[in-house]
């Protein structure tokens, strides 16, 4: 895709986006774009910063770890933000701390403490988002959502960890209005948590074919990558 491809792909998941806060007499500003960049070559990473784009998401660490050098190398823009979306493996947690400003798949309290133990020793405060697994499905990362309680009032203790709300990917379906339900489940935990005495200001949800309802249903973070940047390889999904 050349640049101008790029320019109305831009142009065109903005007014998704639009019609669907308006839709909802929701503040457009609320809800952040996070483009999606896995599989997606460094250039063309830096072809988004040039037409505005300023927080990108990385699913996999190893390949986050090559490219987001090799893109602070060739921008002169300096206030990018990366978002961990992917599975995060243990052995990977001290890479993710140094690379990413927010990682929205922790899923356990182990994984909370080892991110916030690295976190202390790299002198960071790590915010994180709770992935939840609303499906149960087995192919999924993320928690059940009657454990997340449990997760927050550990994380409580955990001073360099800084949760900040909740992630989830519903299973997906070719018609969109049919994961409105896991949407309004998500934000209905965030209103129990809440009630509860927790903060949790974000909502991560909604991909390429479902943002406008995850919009309507009150996500504050989208996180797309196929309306911005094409299908992706097969090989590679
Ligand atoms: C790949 C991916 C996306 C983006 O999906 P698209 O359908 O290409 O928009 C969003 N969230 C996560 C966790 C992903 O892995």
Redesign the pocket.
Known sequence: MADTDLFDAIKTVYTRMARAAIKAARDLTAVRLVA?T?EVSAGRVVDAIDNGLREF?E?RVQIAREKIPVVREMTGVESLTWHC??HLQKNKVKTAVELFDLI?SIDSVELASLVNEQATRSGKIQRVLVEVNLAREESKHGMGKDKVINLLEAADWMKNLQVEGLMT?PPFFVDPEKTRPYFSELRDLRENIEARGFVMKELSMG???DFEIAIEEGATIV?????LFGE?RKEAA
């Open positions: 999606v896995k998401g699913s979306i992917g929205h990917i991909m390429s074919n996180r797309v990558g196929t309306a992706r």
